[in-house]
């Protein structure tokens, strides 16, 4: 192919997309190649962005310079703040998507921006260069495609067979071809490549259900946009439904599991712990005597629903038996079948944190292909896949993001150093230091990490700069302002603080900003937003300061760099499992050392004293 | 304790207990600059060289503590590989707590377990198996005596350990399934099972307080007598003591200053302090005495509080048990029931007869139960008998605390899952659990103190 390029990412989803933007936007002529240009940002599964510790994550895209944040928000039709009553360092938004729209957005993105192009063919092999190095990408109709660096994000279309019943073929989703050739290609080249397997349920039409047979779940009245970039229009926002299974559901399938690739063991994939199919919740929590059901629209411009919680690979004429059974389904229309897919996945492990090969350098992988799972993982991924592309090509440092800085961090922790034995979901829990991760901070970690690598703006770079002078204000007249006599008699709830500044009233847990904005102009003119945030931090104030003495002794060991050179045979007293794990997984500091599977305390001892007490 | 730092440290090396000398470690970047406000004289210990001796006397502000001999240290040529010294000192319980204080105020921190071994290990002045060998002989000279059974004793800890971290961990998976779950529909019961996490701290707060039994054991008590003059309290003393000690005589104010032995009561070293009578006086010699009385008084673990049964309760020994109740455990005696003359002891009071010997058990009854904070346990009870174990144990207890405090304020999930993941992190160090951080300092942490 003529006019070769600096980069080519292979595939179009989620993290694709953020890869592509990226790269493009820090200066390197991007071709992003995709099977079907018209499948550019398909939502494969469930019609919603964000939720607990993803929406995290998509406000740390935006935060990085990333698109996700922005194609949610002109495409949202129901907005919720999930986790109100349980505290705002795990609450998160999440949004249902007009999924059609969501894919319509993310596509005239690319085709908007500068130093990039999209290609429609089907990437099946690598080509690395003399060196060694990543050179380019062969594709099925023989185009031979020079970069410099390649960015992996194949979703489920490496290698993808679907299930259904007893029914399965080649396929990356229902309707569309599995890229065939790259995966036994990357095997080949010595890659570990392993299946792993996910599902979607059934979707159904609107006009079939008799929705006054279940439960209304409503939006929140106000949404809040993902993108800290305050450019968010108006949305339109529509209720979900809320329905459960039942015994007939449970009886009819296990009546036929036997029918099921899952139990009849066609599928040797591992499919997902956290997102279970309905068989599999069946079968290992008998005593349920129900499981919920969200009934979420696929779009406005469509009668298409999406059944949330019962992903499912039965035979079509089964699922529809089952799905009957549901309150408010009997007449259900089944649109298109739930469906499983096994596909082909990289070990991450074989990845440096940046998340490029450490077989091949110039290769980057991203997204399901890590062995992970969720629009919003991948999209995070690819961004820093991007961003790490860009470094590579312009000869700069990686942007490696810790485990005590953004949940990206966490996630790619995660990934390079334990790797995943199934399809990785992000999990509050999963980070350590989750009241430092909050999704309302994420500009102020990452903004000033997306300005230094170039992607982010110097617009969002003020606008972060006036915000956080505008919660110093906020701070300064919480310390200042007393709870006057007035105060106390005009809201009782203050009256035990009168003489106090609002700051000591706001720690006591039954005072809230809301009710000192009652009494003061001046806070009540202020950003909701800011006050939630300078409210948490007050309230929060003595758990985050042991938060942050445990973050300071982490980043002790973090801030421990190991040589890339290091050779492990010359460490004297490393157990010959520590030495193995750490050959494979050559890890950058001493905190990812620790982490490594097999590792253990003697051998960081060692690992120390071996480095000196350099610091 | 903090893995890479050199902050500068202090330790006692020797056993905490009364012998002729003790030995206190510092180490660390700036320990011998950090020293030179602390010497009497005008001998300036940053600027000695390593591998000296040096007479001086430490001081606490203006006050002299006590004389000493300091050893220096230059780095690389000492024990931890850093600057550092070794203070030795007379060997009593208060100067070397007050010495311990004033290295603490002169910035010094006191070092976690192990904390010397695992600097000398970093800085390559031991191999690994080397150091794993210190910790074996400072184990053995220690517990010979309980060998094997301390083993096993080891395993029933971690044993009971294991069990309340599994239930805590559970109570922690069913508040993350609350937070990563927030749509889903819950299984009925109480959210937070409140009774499995008290179930849990009662086992913990057990293992804590085996530990102090243990440390009585093996430390033993400090337990001075007390009361107005010529109340009995030599004679109480030697009778405890079971040899003629103290000078005893009817003249009141004879022990002006203070006399000390140790006895074995119940099995636990008790040290006996026999003190100056407390009574109004001008005289400049046996006021002292009497000052140095209040003193002892205040910095022992008990107070066993003698009042002459003939002559009742003065207002004397009133101000007195007020003064000392409030600082340690006071058990009141009621002394001379023997003599005619003594009226019936009130009910909180001991009576006793330090002439005859009558009342002596329940007296001493009375101080064991004191010194092990309740009858004695059963001896087939794990007793946990590490720093390290009950540092950990109190910070699980504390966690687990602040967690029902703030659920009972009605706080948040967030941040109870934070106290929960605390006590968690602690107790993970004692099951074996590998936690993420602090990997280096849980190897060493078996290390006793200084070594």
Request: one cysteine or more.
């Given at each position: 192919?003529?006019?070769?390029f ?6 179009g ?25 018209d ?28 698109q996700?944040?922005?194609l ?50 089907t ?7 003399d ?27 490496m ?24 995966g ?20 159904g039409?609107?006009r079939?259900?008799d929705?006054s ?102 035979p079509?004429?089964?699922q529809?038996?089952?799905?009957r ?20 996945y990289?070990?991450?492990t ?15 992988v ?78 102020a ?21 006036r ?11 919480l ?71 445990l ?14 050179d ?15 794990k750490?050959?494979?997984?050559r890890?950058?500091s ?12 003697p051998?960081?001892?060692?690992l120390?004293?071996h ?5 | ?14 056993p905490?207990?009364s ?69 030795f000192c ?6 070397i ?15 976690g ?57 559970d ?5 993350e ?24 701290r ?13 440390r ?22 030697n ?36 003190t ?8 400049p ?34 101000s ?21 003359g003594c ?7 001991v ?101």
């Amino acid at each position: 192919m003529e006019g070769d390029f600096d980069a080519v990412v292979v595939g179009g989803g989620h993290a694709g997309i953020e890869a592509a933007l990226a790269l493009a936007r820090l200066g390197c002529s991007t071709l992003l190649v995709t099977q079907s240009i018209d499948s550019i940002g398909r939502m494969s599964c469930n019609p919603a962005i964000g939720g607990i510790a993803k929406g995290n994550l998509v406000r740390e895209i935006d935060a990085l310079g990333g698109q996700m944040a922005r194609l949610i928000d002109a495409s949202m039709i129901q907005f919720r703040l999930l986790n109100r009553s349980r505290g705002p360092a795990v609450q998160a938004p999440r949004a249902q998507a007009d999924k059609a729209l969501y894919a319509l957005l993310a596509r005239q993105a690319l085709e908007s921006q500068d130093n990039l192009s999209l290609f429609s063919d089907t990437v099946t092999d690598l080509l690395p260069g003399d060196d060694g190095k990543a050179a380019g990408v062969l594709t099925a109709r023989g185009n031979r495609i020079r970069c410099r660096a390649v960015v992996l994000t194949t979703g489920t279309f490496m290698e993808g067979r679907l299930f259904i019943g007893e029914w399965s073929a080649p396929g990356g989703r229902l309707g569309e071809p599995a890229a065939e050739g790259l995966g036994a290609n990357l095997r080949r080249r010595g890659f570990t490549v392993g299946r792993m397997k996910t599902g979607t349920p059934a979707r159904g039409r609107a006009r079939s259900l008799d929705t006054s047979r279940m439960e209304r779940q409503e939006p929140d009245r106000e949404a809040l946009p993902f993108s800290f970039s305050g450019e968010s229009v108006p949305r339109p926002s529509v209720p979900c439904w809320i329905t459960y299974t039942n015994e007939r559901t449970h009886a009819v399938i296990r009546e036929n599991l036997h029918r099921s690739p899952l139990y009849s063991g066609r599928i040797v994939g591992r499919g997902p712990r956290y997102c279970p199919s309905i068989e599999d919740k069946v079968v290992r929590f008998p005593e349920r005597l129900r499981h919920q059901v969200f009934v979420e629209p696929e779009g406005l411009d469509t009668d298409e629903v999406y059944f949330n919680g019962v992903s499912s690979s039965l035979p079509e004429d089964v699922q529809e038996k089952f799905l009957r059974t549901l309150p408010g389904l009997e007449h259900l229309e089944i649109a298109r079948p739930g469906y499983a897919v096994e596909y082909d996945y990289l070990d991450p492990t074989q990845l440096l944190p940046s998340l490029m090969s450490k077989a091949v350098e110039g290769l980057f992988v991203a997204g399901q292909t890590n062995g992970t799972s969720g629009y919003e993982e991948a999209a995070a991924q690819g961004i820093l896949a991007g961003i790490n592309a860009g470094q590579y090509l312009r000869g700069r440092p990686p942007l490696v993001l810790s485990r005590a800085e953004a949940y990206i961090g966490v996630m790619v922790d995660d990934l390079v150093t334990r790797g995943t034995e199934d399809p990785y979901r992000l999990f509050t829990s999963r980070a350590e230091y989750r009241l430092s991760l909050r999704h309302d901070t994420a500009d102020a970690r990452l903004v000033p990490r997306g300005r230094e690598v170039g992607l982010q703006t110097a617009a969002a770079e003020e606008r972060l700069a006036r915000k956080l002078r505008g919660l110093e204000e906020v701070r300064h007249l919480l310390r200042t302002r007393r709870v006057t006599t007035e105060d106390g008699a005009a809201l009782a709830v203050i009256a035990r603080h009168v003489g106090q500044s609002f700051e000591q009233a706001l720690r006591d847990p039954r005072v809230l900003i809301g009710h000192l904005s009652e009494r003061e102009p001046d806070l009540a003119s202020r950003p909701a937003e800011w006050r939630a945030l300078v409210e948490t931090e007050v309230k929060y104030a003595g758990y985050i300061e042991r938060q942050d003495a445990l973050v300071g002794r982490f980043r002790g060991l973090e801030d421990r760099r190991i040589p890339g050179d290091v050779n492990w045979d010359t460490v004297p007293g490393l157990s010959s499992e520590a030495r193995e794990k750490l050959r494979r997984i050559r890890p950058v500091s001493v905190g990812q050392a620790s982490r490594v599977p097999g590792v253990r305390p003697p051998d960081i001892a060692v690992l120390l004293v071996h480095m000196g007490r350099k610091r | 304790m903090s893995s890479s730092a050199d902050d500068p440290i202090a330790a006692l090396a020797t056993p905490a207990a009364s012998s002729a000398l003790a030995v206190i470690r510092v180490s660390g970047a700036g320990s011998l600059e950090l020293l030179r406000p602390l010497v009497g004289s005008r001998w300036d210990p940053a600027s000695a060289a390593g591998h000296t001796i040096h007479r001086c006397v430490l001081v606490d502000g203006k006050e002299p503590v006590d004389e000493v001999l300091v050893a220096v240290y230059r780095s690389p040529r000492s024990y931890t590989g850093e600057d550092g010294a070794e203070i030795f000192c007379h060997g009593s319980l208060p100067v070397i707590t007050r010495l311990l204080s004033t290295l603490g105020r002169g910035g010094f921190r006191p070092a976690g377990p192990g904390e010397f071994t695992q600097r000398a290990f970093l800085n390559g002045r031991m191999g690994l198996t080397q150091a794993e060998a210190v910790n074996e002989i400072v184990q053995a000279r220690t517990d010979r005596a309980r060998g094997l059974a301390l083993a096993r004793l080891a395993g029933a800890i971690e044993d009971r350990v294991r069990r309340a971290r599994d239930s805590l961990a559970d109570l922690k998976a069913g508040l993350e399934v609350l937070i990563d779950y927030p749509d889903e529909e819950q299984e009925a019961g109480p959210l937070i099972d409140l009774a499995g996490l008290r179930e849990a701290r009662e086992a913990l707060q057990s293992l804590v307080a085996s530990y102090r039994q243990g440390r009585v054991f093996q430390e033993g008590v400090a337990v001075a007598l007390a009361g107005a003059t010529n109340c009995g309290k030599s004679r109480l003393f030697n009778l405890l003591l079971r040899q003629d000690r103290a000078i005893v005589s009817d003249t009141h104010g004879t022990t002006r200053d203070w006399l000390e032995a140790t006895v074995s009561l119940g099995g636990i070293p008790v040290r006996l302090i026999d003190t100056a009578g407390l009574r109004p006086s001008t005289d400049p010699l046996e006021s002292e005495g009497i000052r140095r009385t209040r003193e002892v008084m205040a910095s022992a673990d008990i107070v066993v509080y003698l009042v002459d049964g003939t002559r009742g309760e003065s207002g004397t020994d009133g101000s007195a048990l007020a003064e000392a109740g409030s600082a340690v455990p006071v058990i009141k005696a009621w002394n001379k029931t023997d003599l005619a003359g003594c009226r019936p002891a009130p009910e909180e009071f001991v009576a006793i007869s330090a002439a005859t010997g009558s009342g002596r058990e329940e007296l001493e009854r009375r101080i064991c139960e004191a010194a092990l904070g309740g009858p004695p346990k059963d001896s087939t009870e794990p007793l946990v008998d590490s720093d390290r174990q009950r540092d950990l144990l109190v910070r699980a207890v504390a966690a687990l605390d602040r967690f029902e405090a703030a659920h009972a304020q009605g706080t948040a999930a967030d941040l109870l899952s934070v106290d929960l993941a605390d006590c968690l992190d602690a107790l993970g160090e004692i099951s074996g659990a590998v936690t993420s951080a602090e990997i280096l300092d849980r190897m060493f942490a078996r290390f006793c103190v200084g070594k």
